[in-house]
Nanobody, 126 residues
Framework: QVQLVESGGGLVQAGASLRLLCVDSGRTFSNYVMGWFRQAPGKEREFVAAIGWSGGSTAYADSVKDRFTISRDNAKNTVYLQMNSLKPEDTAIYYC???????????????????WGQGTQVTVSS
């Protein structure tokens, strides 16, 4: 069974940076689109970013575009989310997930993903 384990969250001040990591225990990591979602208290889970199997295609939510960067290292079965210029509204639990869809830009909905990590908390203070 595939396991996704996120790390790298924490408490930071507005304007700071964090890098989230997600390690995938599966043998076929490089075959899948990977994504990051987040969920704030009382809100629905929302799309943050996705990356194609080779890393050549990426997609971002408008709210994080130009501040966040998704990347992956298939040799390490790891996907990253570099978050810069963090804002209080970025506060949420961040989840990584594995998708069976073929295109990162199409995989913007939770229903496109079949495996999820347990999440890592990101808190941004003002």
């Amino acid at each position: 069974q595939v396991q996704l384990v996120e790390s790298g969250g924490g408490l930071v001040q507005a304007g700071a940076s964090l890098r989230l990591l997600c390690v995938d225990s599966g043998r076929t990591f490089s075959n899948y689109v990977m994504g990051w979602f987040r969920q704030a208290p009382g809100k629905e889970r929302e799309f943050v970013a996705a990356i194609g199997w080779s890393g050549g295609s990426t997609a971002y939510a408008d709210s994080v575009k130009d501040r966040f960067t998704i990347s992956r290292d298939n040799a390490k079965n790891t996907v990253y989310l570099q978050m810069n210029s963090l804002k209080p509204e970025d506060t949420a639990i961040y989840y990584c997930a594995r998708s069976t869809w073929r295109q990162a830009n199409s995989a913007r909905f939770p229903s496109a993903y079949i495996s999820w990590g347990q999440g890592t908390q990101v808190t941004v203070s003002s």
